[in-house]
């Protein structure tokens, strides 16, 4: 069919992510002449209609000619006819609240909710990164349990996963006081469960987790290996689900790229909304600085100072926040005024630090020199084993190491297309296990360059 195999070509030519958040969660209705896309919510139809649209015709078109089937997009899903079993795509959730299950009333001494009572909506600062995410949390929000469940969110440190989290988890708690919504990392739930088979009271523990209105656990990349953890955690996660109440999840990666879980968990995990947070860009960067000087110091930051701040503190939102305090502090440790200047001299070791940090020149430098060849080289055109394939390790350690994005990367060698540079990230994967020399390589170059 038609859909799949522009899916195919989209996953190919497009960010990760962006394909994950946009692309996947649309579901098709295809006959001979058209092809209905099915968005889960207003959000993501327009962002497809005016990012992906023009592409996916033209693409129909380049393969079926005047046969080619037009293409709309919809609000919908089909999501309420399909079994368990099938994909996540398939299983999506159209927004579409139905009525809520009851709050049920237990009797047990309640779990601490472990809510942050900071981290709410109010204080979480929209932008082109965390859009979707932010949307979908505010639509669980309002409709625990009927909107989307569960809900995964996804994405690097210190982007805003727990702060969202608990956003929805104060929201649901606010609207109804009642509701039992408990937050936990994955550590702690495993932690709990270890304690709990101690002291025989693992009954105990079910109940308690299975007894929620709304369930939090962050982090579930380190369920990874503990298959007790994840054996519980299955029935738990179905207990929930079956009597509609909220679950929701985050990870530092796509819920079928994390390793060491099993499967029926991943595919669970991608039942609902699956929506990515991304690095934030300069204009979010700087208001996220001056909403947290406000609201954390009630300072008011200059822009010169915000926009210096975010334009040398690129990696995270946690970043940000910790050369903020620095500045705050250091201002009124000394009583001097927070200028540019003043901002630059109390940052001057945490950004000679981060300028030891692994940038792409360095990668090249490094693995041209480990086999013996010419950093131009690395840029250059020529296709030869002996280029060729330190070219493609040195594209993944910059994927690895550093946080530029794909399009990036391909820029930095030699104006290279991201398609290239994925490709060559999922070959060097392949290689490290199959080709022994490769693997060996590889080992090296990370070691001499997190050293
Ligand atoms: P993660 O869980 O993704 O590692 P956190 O939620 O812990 O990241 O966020 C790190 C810090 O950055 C927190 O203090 C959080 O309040 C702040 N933060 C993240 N995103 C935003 C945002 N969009 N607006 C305001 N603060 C944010
Ligand atoms: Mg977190």
């Not at 047990?108 to 981290?119: D, G, R």
């Not at 009927?146 to 929201?171: C, D, E, Q, S, W």
């Not at 005024?337 to 109390?346: C, G, H, L, P, R």
Request: proline share 4%.
């Amino acid at each position: 069919n038609f859909w799949s195999k522009c899916t195919d070509r989209l996953e190919n030519d497009l960010p990760q992510q962006q394909f994950n958040t946009w692309i996947r969660p649309l579901q098709s209705v295809e006959d001979a002449q058209s092809i209905r896309l099915l968005a889960p919510n207003q959000f993501v139809l327009n962002w497809v209609q005016n990012h992906y649209l023009n592409d996916i015709t033209e693409y129909l078109q380049s393969i079926a000619g005047a046969n080619a089937p037009s293409v709309s997009l919809e609000i919908g899903s089909r999501a309420a006819v399909q079994s368990p079993q099938e994909s996540s795509i398939e299983r999506i959730q159209s927004f579409k609240p139905t009525p809520a299950a009851p709050i049920r009333h237990v009797d047990e001494a309640p779990m601490p909710s472990n809510l942050n009572p900071n981290f709410v909506f109010d204080t979480f600062v929209e932008g082109k990164s965390n859009q979707l995410a932010r949307a979908a949390s505010i639509q669980i929000g309002e409709n625990p349990g009927t909107a989307y469940n569960p809900l995964f969110i996804y994405g690097g440190v210190g982007l805003g996963k727990t702060h969202l989290m608990h956003a929805v988890g104060n929201m649901i708690v606010k609207t109804n006081p009642k509701a039992r919504v408990v937050y936990v990392h994955s550590e702690g739930f495993v932690a709990q469960m270890v304690k709990a088979l101690q002291h025989n009271t693992i009954d105990d523990f079910k109940r308690r987790f299975r007894s929620v209105n709304a369930l939090l656990i962050d982090d579930v990349q380190f369920f990874a290996g503990k298959e007790r953890s994840q054996e519980e955690f299955f029935h738990t996660f179905n207990a929930l689900f079956e009597s509609q109440q909220q679950i929701i999840l985050s990870s530092d990666r796509f819920p079928k790229e994390v390793s060491g879980l099993e499967e029926r968990l991943k595919s669970r995990f991608g039942w609902g909304l699956t929506v990515a947070i991304e690095p934030p860009d300069l204009e979010t960067r700087v208001a996220i600085l001056k909403s947290k000087a406000d609201q954390l110091f009630g300072v008011d930051l200059p822009n010169e100072v915000a926009f210096f701040i975010g334009k040398r503190v690129r990696s995270n939102i946690r970043e940000l926040e910790g050369a903020l305090r620095r500045i705050i502090a250091n201002a009124e440790f000394t009583g001097r005024a927070i200028t540019q200047e003043f901002a630059k001299d109390a940052l001057r070791d945490m950004l000679a630090a981060q300028d030891k940090q692994v940038t792409i020149e360095n990668i090249q430098k490094t693995v041209a020199e480990y086999f013996k060849i010419r950093t131009s080289e690395l840029l250059s055109a020529k296709r030869s084993r002996t280029i060729a394939r330190p070219r493609q390790i040195a594209m993944a350690l910059a994927k690895e190491l550093t946080n530029h994005s794909l399009p990036e990367i391909g820029e930095a060698f030699g104006g290279r297309d991201h398609t290239t540079v994925l490709y060559a990230t999922r070959k060097i994967v392949e290689l490290k296990e199959s080709d022994h020399r490769v693997e060996e390589d590889y080992a090296n170059l990370l070691r001499t360059l997190t050293s």
